[in-house]
T-cell receptor, first 114, second 114 residues
Framework: AQTVTQSQPEMSVQEAETVTLSCTYD???????LFWYKQPPSRQMILVIR??????QNATENRFSVNFQKAAKSFSLKISDSQLGDAAMYFC???????????FGAGTRLTVKP | NAGVTQTPKFQVLKTGQSMTLQCAQD?????MYWYRQDPGMGLRLIYY???????DKGEVPNGYNVSRLNKREFSLRLESAAPSQTSVYFC?????????????FGPGTRLTVT
């Protein structure tokens, strides 16, 4: 079964600085999708960024970018120019396109210090 | 366009009681999911429905049943609630896109079983 591991329960960053959140996963599939979701205190799950495994190029969405290392099964999220509004729980997720299974990591709580 | 709606938002049950969590989406998506989120953990997939009339077990299906009533609605039933089912429950609908999959989450239902 696929598993997703986030080894950092908590991280903090100074406003305007850069922070990287780690995620590793385990799968025997060659094709799959990876996601980072943000969950603020409102509990709403918000998609931050996604990566298709067949694409070598790392995905980027404004201040958010990923470092996707397929061989190492690593998928880290980099947040540049951190803002107070970035403070939230961040979840890494894996989707198996063959059986529709979704797996989430346990999350990383990000604090942004002014 | 309301997206994904869930009812109720909050519920308290006694051990052994039954209830049904309702989920509806107005985006004409084929796939719908039920997750639970426990403190300190990411979302875990309970059941999913790839299309109307089909349902499949996810990672943690024990103690739950689901019904895909039609394309819009996907309900989750607890036949005999247990304290271990105290959790926040999220429904989501999924649509394939040119960039993989887009998953839309409902606001969640906080369930407490005493």
């Amino acid at each position: 079964a696929q598993t997703v591991t986030q080894s950092q329960p908590e991280m903090s960053v100074q406003e305007a600085e850069t922070v990287t959140l780690s995620c590793t996963y385990d799968t025997s599939e060659s094709d799959y999708y990876l996601f980072w979701y943000k969950q603020p205190p409102s509990r709403q799950m918000i998609l931050v960024i996604r990566q298709e495994a067949y694409k070598q190029q790392n995905a980027t969405e404004n201040r958010f970018s990923v470092n996707f290392q397929k061989a190492a099964k690593s998928f880290s999220l980099k947040i540049s120019d951190s803002q107070l509004g970035d403070a939230a729980m961040y979840f890494c997720a894996y989707r198996n396109p063959y059986n529709n299974d979704m797996r989430f990591g346990a999350g990383t709580r990000l604090t942004v210090k002014p | 366009n309301a997206g994904v709606t869930q009812t109720p938002k909050f519920q308290v049950l006694k051990t052994g009681q039954s209830m049904t969590l309702q989920c509806a989406q107005d985006m004409n998506h084929n796939s719908m999911y039920w997750y639970r989120q426990d403190p300190g953990m990411g979302l875990r997939l309970i059941y999913y429905s790839a299309s109307e009339g089909t349902t499949d077990k996810g990672e943690v299906p024990n103690g739950y049943n689901v019904s895909r009533l039609n394309k819009r609605e996907f309900s989750l039933r607890l036949e005999s609630a247990a304290p271990s089912q105290t959790s926040v429950y999220f429904c989501a609908s999924v649509i394939p896109t040119g960039r993989g999959y887009e998953q839309y989450f409902g606001p969640g239902t906080r369930l407490t079983v005493t």
